[in-house]
């Protein structure tokens, strides 16, 4: 079972840190779908420290979430502590996690995020700092490297485990990849090679048969699931399912996925108020719809609502007619 320092998580499945995405609303809503751990958006080290009140919303956890891993960035060591240390001693998160991953131009040009990955010292440097200075677990996420000619993935690793660190988790990109091309499963294979402190995997895992397979061709302790868990939280449960029976549990039907992308709305009103949560809610309604008939229409209506009322009723109408149509087949 993952273990990541003194905390034990149910199973292997963690959800990935995704920018944007990954509050409060959206993680309790994966988390009773039953992944093992949780990872919160990343925060900026600068935003805490100055006690910016966006930030500080960004936070909240939900007793519920727990255990969670609250993610943070920054290039400067003297605010990485400084926020490491403010998480440490004001939130309940059970891990702190250090981005290394992040190939986003305005956090690398502040030597942030995927920019860690070219200099192994600076890695070891700032993350036995943060270590020093809390007691929670510290955990990393990193890419493979830079580019192709610039993969350090375990010298960048190993710098983690010698700095105290306590589990890595490892995207199988490079920084200039993006999220195109395939994710290099071989590199994540070796570091796990390279390394005795827990390495959770990711990249291309976008079925519980992925997740398997990762787990078996890697050794990794652990797989993160992302983008394939967007608007679809059952990938979380079918593959939590799949890996403890070999079973694989049937798709939602169209009502399930309703009601679920209902219930995420109704959490992110209570996080940030109708007015940011509708517009927040529109890009995941797009994820939730995803292979439902005739979905364009009632997205593109949605990318216009203004109100909980507009979005629910739209969905609504929707399941009557899906669920209509099909009664007709039957």
């Known amino acids: 079972m993952l273990k990541i320092g003194d905390i034990e998580m149910k199973n292997q499945v963690v959800l990935a840190p995704m920018a944007g995405i990954c509050n409060s609303a959206f993680r309790l809503t994966v988390k009773e779908f039953g992944a093992g751990l949780v990872c919160a958006e990343m925060i900026s080290d600068k935003g805490i420290v100055l006690q910016n009140a966006k930030t500080l919303n960004m936070l909240y956890i939900d007793e519920r979430e727990k255990p969670l891993s609250l993610q943070i ?84 690793a190993q710098a983690v485990e010698r700095a105290g660190g306590k589990a890595v988790s490892l995207h199988g990109r490079t920084r200039v990849q993006l999220y195109e091309g395939n994710a290099d499963w071989d590199i994540i294979k070796e570091v796990k090679k390279n390394i005795s402190i827990p390495l959770i995997g990711n990249g291309d895992v976008q079925t519980p048969q992925d997740a398997k397979r990762m787990l078996e061709e890697t050794g990794v302790d652990g797989v993160m699931i992302g983008r394939a868990a967007l608007g679809d939280p059952w990938m979380i449960y079918r593959t939590v399912n799949y890996l403890e029976t070999g079973e694989l549990v049937d798709e939602p039907s169209v009502r399930e996925k309703i009601n679920v992308c209902i219930l995420h709305l109704d959490r992110l009103i209570a996080l940030k108020s109708e007015h940011i949560a509708v517009r927040e809610m529109r890009k995941h309604a797009a994820w939730y719809l995803k292979g439902i008939k005739g979905h364009a229409k009632v997205r593109n209506a949605i990318n216009e609502c203004e109100s909980r009322d507009a979005y629910v009723s739209l969905l609504m109408n929707l399941v009557e007619e899906q669920e209509a149509k099909s009664m007709q087949v039957v």
Request: with cysteine.
């Open 73 to 156: 960035f920054g290039g400067e060591k003297e605010t990485l502590v400084e926020a490491a240390k403010f998480v440490d001693k004001n939130t309940t998160a059970d891990i702190i996690d250090i981005n290394m991953g992040c190939p986003v131009p305005k956090i690398t040009k502040c030597d942030a995020g995927a920019k860690w990955l070219l200099d192994p010292d600076k890695i070891y440097e700032m993350v036995a700092s943060v270590v020093d200075a809390v007691d929670k677990p510290v955990t990393v996420k990193m890419r493979t490297g830079w580019d192709e000619d610039h993969i350090y993935a375990i010298q960048n």
